[in-house]
């Protein structure tokens, strides 16, 4: 887990663009950069959804996060290598299980459910989710661990096919098919992340 300051950050992207390795800071493939057009941080996660809403929950969660971090810089202000080790820890076994996952609590020291850690962050993230207008988009997060990600219907699709006697190909067809009806679903709404997406949310963030 690399931590730069600005003046550093934007030393190792002029250093890799000088040196021909990329073009711009667009180029630089971490889960979370700052952005090159807009005065913010880019969470990259979220364009790996299936789901438009859930794409919409994590940006979201992620702007609360962001806000509540700006307005109260006391938290994680000790967060230390030990604290950093446990994070990457904890972001495979999120990548590995998935909505059934458990987290190591640094501070107690307890592994807890994935659920009851969602559930916390979103009650300490309340008054953000009211302040930036995403109340029902932050919310989501709870209807992702009761039915689970796409990961988990794609794993079901993919089970019951070979169930049902389809090869391994066939299978992971019927994976393919589902996730290009899922994406084009027609039910999708488009105005919700205009407003999400909206400048002066970005100002607020960020000039917090």
Not at 73 to 80: K, Q, Y
Not at 162 to 179: F, H, K, Y
Request: aromatic fraction near 6%; charge should be negative.
């Amino acid at each position: 887990m690399i931590t730069l300051r600005a003046n550093e950050y934007q030393c190792y992207v002029d250093t890799l663009a000088v040196a021909g390795i990329i073009p711009d800071a667009s180029f630089i493939w971490w889960a979370i950069r700052p952005s090159l057009r807009y005065p913010t941080i880019e969470l990259r996660i979220a364009d790996a959804c299936t789901r438009l809403e859930d794409a919409l929950c994590i940006a979201a969660i992620f702007r609360c996060l962001i806000r509540h971090l700006s307005e109260h810089p006391e938290l994680n202000a000790d967060f230390n290598p030990i604290a950093r080790a446990i994070a990457e820890e904890n972001k495979w076994r999120a990548q590995r299980y998935g909505v059934s996952a458990s987290f190591v609590d640094p501070r107690s020291r307890e592994a807890k459910p994935l659920t009851v850690i969602v559930r916390e962050l979103l009650e300490l993230l309340e008054a953000d989710a009211i302040g930036l207008n995403c109340v029902a988009e932050v919310h989501r997060g709870v209807e992702i661990l009761e039915s689970g990600s796409s990961a988990d219907e794609q794993l079901r699709i993919f089970t019951q096919a070979r169930t049902n006697g389809q090869s391994p190909l066939q299978a992971l067809s019927a994976v393919i098919d589902w996730l290009i009806q899922e994406t084009i679903r027609p039910d999708h709404k488009v105005d919700v992340p205009v407003r999400l997406m909206q400048a002066d949310a970005y100002s607020e963030v960020t000039s917090q």
